[in-house]
């Protein structure tokens, strides 16, 4: 949860200057939605690490190794936002659509909402991951439409010098983003999704990215493992409607529906006695 709100808080602020550089009504529109979308996760997960009294390790998350070797290449990926160079910027949505929106997050995602599909537990949480996923996952399919409509318009920006560079940062990438699965599982192994398909969802993701744009995929996939995950895969992909004869809703709206530390936190474990003292006292 750390991990997911630190990108959301960091990095996410592409979609809402899109329309500077492509000034096509269709994509300003959705360049101002996925902003919107981008700004609700931000709160989502900023009420979810209050609500949980975790506050005070999100302020210190920066000292986590990982963490750093994350936003370092991320924000590597982010460095030509604001490049007036029309070739730097297309680089740009290369990168972020790849590895901010296709891949940073997932692992992430997969891990919570794990605890939910097969313990029952994390409920709230899982509501608002899952529908955090969905969302980054269209965000991201948008961004490899916009990169291929550039491709045919510019054959001449696709150079193997471009491909060589975007295979580079994949490499980097997913050093990186190993290591901040290696530091959430620092505490042992999970049942609900073990860090070996963990590694292998990211490497699927990984590969799915560059083969989006047009790249042969530079990672093994392992099949078996990958099995373990195709629930989860299901859940990005179908379309999840109301049961009228059951009005609760099973999607997150701007805290609309109220969330309780029972909801997310299991009792007996150190958060939830924290922070059912703090309401006793209060």
Not at 47 to 65: D, T
Not at 216 to 242: G, R, S, Y
Request: charged share 30%; no cysteine.
């Amino acid at each position: 949860m750390l991990a997911i709100s630190q990108i959301e808080s960091a990095v996410k602020t592409f979609w809402g200057k899109i329309h500077n550089r492509l000034p096509k009504p269709e994509i300003a529109k959705v360049g101002a939605t996925f902003a919107e979308s981008e700004v609700r996760h931000e709160d989502a997960y900023s009420n979810l690490i209050e609500i949980m009294g975790l506050n005070s390790e999100f302020a210190g998350l920066m000292n986590v190794p990982a963490m750093r070797k994350r936003i370092k290449y991320l924000e590597k990926v982010n460095q030509n936002n604001s490049s007036p160079d029309p070739r730097d910027y297309f680089e740009s949505i290369i990168l972020f659509s790849m590895f901010i929106e296709n891949v940073s997050l997932f692992s992430q995602f997969l891990v919570i909402m794990s605890f939910n599909k097969h313990d029952g537990a994390l409920k709230g949480m899982s509501n608002a991951v899952e529908a955090t996923s969905k969302e980054e996952n269209l965000h991201a399919m948008f961004g490899f439409d916009i990169v291929n409509i550039i491709k045919d318009e510019n054959p001449h920006w696709w150079t193997d010098d471009l491909v060589d560079y975007i295979k580079e940062i994949t490499y980097e990438a997913r050093d990186a983003e190993l290591e901040v699965i290696e530091w959430m599982y620092e505490n042992g192994d999970s049942d609900n999704a073990p860090m070996d398909v963990t590694i292998a969802y990211m490497d699927k993701r990984l590969n799915e990215s560059l083969v989006a744009i047009g790249i042969d995929p530079i990672f093994e996939e392992n099949a078996e493992l990958l099995k373990e995950v195709e629930w989860f895969e299901e859940e990005l992909e179908l379309t999840k409607n109301l049961d009228f004869f059951n009005k609760r809703s099973t999607a997150y709206s701007k805290m609309t529906k109220p969330i309780t530390v029972e909801d997310i936190v299991r009792e007996g474990t150190p958060v939830y006695e924290e922070v059912m003292n703090k309401k006793k006292q209060q």
